[in-house]
């Protein structure tokens, strides 16, 4: 009696270990992809930011030049990346607030460079720059 006892519970602690350590392991996989979701979508905005920047510098330089269009390219290739950072965050994160931010925060950005002038393009992109911050927050907190 007592080896099918002992037995019993060893056949019990081994499932519920092995229960417990999938459900740790799932709850750390989760917690991750969301935290790479949003990594992702943050460096994809600071690219476009960077690009829409270069894309008004090089308008001013030589406006319809190769450099002026591969700037432009290169900023429309960045917010596509940018978008499906996007898609990314409404698989891994689907939380409406964030969302919003994001689609914001991507509007903020893709704008850059349609700035007036010099100050305009400074504004812009420190308001681009705080909504980023205020993403970073916002996300970190629903990831925890």
């Known amino acids: 009696m007592t080896q099918v006892l002992t037995s019993l519970v060893a056949v019990v602690g081994t499932l519920l270990g092995a229960t417990l350590g999938y ?4 709850r750390s996989t989760v ?23 270069e894309w008004y510098h090089r308008k001013d330089e030589e406006r319809g030049g190769p450099e002026h269009r591969a700037a432009r390219f290169e900023g429309h290739r960045l917010r596509g990346i940018a978008r499906q ?7 891994h994160l689907p939380d409406p607030e964030l969302l919003r931010l994001a689609d914001e925060l991507l509007r903020m ?4 460079h349609e700035a007036a002038d010099t100050e305009d393009l400074v ?3 420190e308001a681009t720059r ?4 205020a993403f970073i927050e916002v996300s970190s907190a629903k990831i925890r």
């Open 123 to 125: 504004s812009r992109t």
């Open 109 to 112: 950005a893709s704008g850059i």
């Open 23 to 26: 459900v740790f392991q799932r």
């Open 130 to 133: 705080q909504a980023l911050r």
């Open 31 to 53: 917690r991750r992809d969301r935290q790479e979701a949003a990594l992702s979508f943050s460096n994809a905005i600071t690219e476009v930011i960077r690009s829409q920047q």
């Open 85 to 91: 950072a996007v898609n990314g965050l409404t698989f």
